[in-house]
Antibody, heavy 116, light 111 residues
Framework: QVELQESGPGLVKPSETLSLTCIVS????????WAWIRQPAGKRLEWIGR???????FYNPTLASRVTMSADTSTNEISLKMTSVTAADTAIYFC??????????WGLGKLVTVSS | QSFLTQPPSVSGAPGQRVTISCSGS?????????VHWYQHLPGRAPKLLIY???NRPSGVPDRFSASKSGTSASLAITGLQPEDEGHYYC???????????FGGGTKLTVL
């Protein structure tokens, strides 16, 4: 039974970098696609991007200039970094396993607040 | 429109049937891209409820069903149970945006 758990700071200052990790248990991350999705309060889910464990990435064009995803097969973790954050980046951030443009396993989500 | 529209809320009594619509456009649902549905219950991780328009993953009760026609899709829940209360989201792919998109979500209340 694969489980995903997002971890990282819950508070980030404006202009700084948001860093989150998705710890995957119950399955190897190898040879699979993984995604990050976020949801600001009261707004719809927004796809941030996805990574294949070979390192191949594809980001939401509206966020691509600020986003980097990575995968560490030795620790079975997926990471997200988002630079130059503003209050508009305050959201619940989810990691998910993705296949055929759908998301078949999600984490609980991590609330990240951008505030000084 | 490169987004999916859902009603903000629906409600029903236990045992009743409710439907949740998901309206898209020719750049997403109408272009033939699959629609997937997710259930997000309070305090739980979102869960894939229906994939590829009408298919239930293993373990999802047959009380949940979905269909797609033209530029829209619909999720039906029969035999409503209190534990069904939560948010439901549709999702598809938009070829104008070149990435997946979600509906705004529908809050289901079981009266």
């Amino acid at each position: 039974q694969v489980e995903l758990q997002e971890s990282g700071p819950g508070l980030v200052k404006p202009s700084e970098t948001l860093s989150l990790t998705c710890i995957v248990s119950g399955d190897s991350i190898k040879n699979q696609y993984w995604a990050w999705i976020r949801q600001p309060a009261g707004k719809r889910l927004e796809w941030i991007g996805r990574i294949y464990t070979s390192g191949d990435t594809f980001y939401n064009p509206t966020l691509a200039s600020r986003v980097t995803m990575s995968a560490d097969t030795s620790t079975n973790e997926i990471s997200l970094k988002m630079t130059s954050v503003t209050a508009a980046d305050t959201a619940i951030y989810f990691c998910a396993r993705t296949t055929y443009r759908r998301f078949d396993k999600w984490g609980l989500g991590k609330l990240v607040t951008v505030s000084s | 429109q490169s987004f999916l529209t859902q009603p903000p809320s629906v409600s029903g009594a236990p045992g009743q049937r409710v439907t949740i619509s998901c309206s898209g456009s020719s750049s997403n649902i109408g272009a033939g891209y699959d629609v997937h549905w997710y259930q997000h219950l309070p305090g739980r991780a979102p869960k894939l409820l229906i994939y590829a328009n009408m298919n239930r993953p293993s373990g999802v009760p047959d009380r949940f069903s979905a269909s797609k026609s033209g530029t829209s899709a619909s999720l039906a829940i029969t035999g409503l149970q209190p534990e069904d209360e939560g948010h439901y989201y549709c999702q598809s792919f938009d070829h104008s945006l070149t990435f997946v998109i979600f509906g705004g979500g529908t809050k289901l209340t079981v009266l």
